[in-house]
């Protein structure tokens, strides 16, 4: 077989290979995860590689191609024929993707410098959805970056809450937390749902105050519970083991108590006293020292913090600051958000924005 033959023979089967990669990735992020954000962002890439393709002689792919003569099709391992989850299928696609992206980039060199090229540019787009699908399937790998995280109430917002929410997400926010106490079910729903998909297109997650029932509907990255909520390991067997459940502690007892029950993260807290919730007794920042040294947990710190105050929580060790009127009630929403975020950011914690 002439060289060219062959070369056109490996740019066919990688293609093919590629395409049915993007496709069962895209399946799982739409059904499974249900995450426009990514099935917008997989079907762009499938489109882009069409068109990086166009670029090769079509009919000379077709011609190559000899499915029957393929030895490779009578090789495979025992990994290849199981598959523990829908997202372990979409796991192996992701390898397939990037390894035949690579194959037509290298094989590709022969015959078309721009294509191949163009086709490197995909390999890493490849990545980027590869790592952003993972932490949409199990989102608690983000906790440990820290960050800020606002909560939402449309009751404290002096702007539309939609504004705020932009804003919020503009000005950097590593997640947003939806704590609607008073709202029906089928509103917060939609609500919830609003939200979720404007915090995961700006990368953020988003948290369901009280309600699994809501996280998992929504397509939320978890749940925050109290101690007045469903406890920790009931709020986990409603969202499954992916989800994040996040706890609400105000002392090292119930801190310990979270972190033994499966939480993902503890709220810590009252920093400060509130107006938002006023509290008896505020353990402040030296409830945040305590949990740190004791909990292996991300610890989210909450109550009465404010960019003048935030130094003093973020040494106390706590990974995450948890806000909702200093923000929401803000004349300026972004502006606030983005002083926290950097704040954060100084302290070593958080990812830029």
Known sequence: MPNDAAI?????????????????????????????????ALKRLRHDLRAALAQLDARRMLLARD????????????????????????????????EA????????????????????????????????????????????????????????????????LRAILAGGAAAVQVREKEMPAGALLARAREVARAAHDAGALMIVNDRPDIAVLAAADGVHVGQDDLAPHEARRLVGPDRIVGVSTHSLAQARAAAEAGADY???????????????????????????????????????????????????????????????????????TRRLVELIEASGRGSPA
């Open 8 to 40: 056109y023979r490996i740019l066919d089967a990688n293609a093919n290979r590629a395409r049915e990669a993007l496709r069962v990735a895209e399946e799982a992020v739409r059904f499974v995860l249900e995450r426009p954000d990514l099935a917008e």
């Open 67 to 98: 499915a029957a003569g393929d030895i490779g099709t009578t090789i495979s391992t025992e990994s290849e024929r199981r598959r523990t989850d829908a997202p372990d299928v979409a796991r192996a696609a992701f390898k397939r993707l990037t």
């Open 101 to 164: 992206l690579r194959a037509i980039e290298e094989y590709g060199k022969t015959i078309d410098a721009d294509m191949a090229a163009a086709v490197e540019k995909l390999r890493y787009r490849a990545y980027d959805l590869e790592k952003r699908f993972e932490e949409a399937a199990r989102p608690a790998t983000k906790l440990a970056a820290g960050g800020l995280c606002v909560l939402l109430t449309q009751s404290l917002c002096r702007r539309p809450w939609g504004d705020v």
């Open 266 to 336: 503890i709220g810590c807290g009252p920093m400060f006293q509130s107006t938002t919730k006023p509290q008896a007794v505020v353990p402040g920042p030296a409830l945040a020292v305590a949990v740190t040294r004791e909990v292996g947990l991300p610890v989210m710190a909450i109550g009465g913090i404010t960019a003048e105050t935030a130094p003093d929580v973020l040494a106390a060790g706590a990974r995450w600051l948890a806000v909702s009127s200093v923000v929401c009630a803000a004349d300026d929403p972004k502006a606030q």
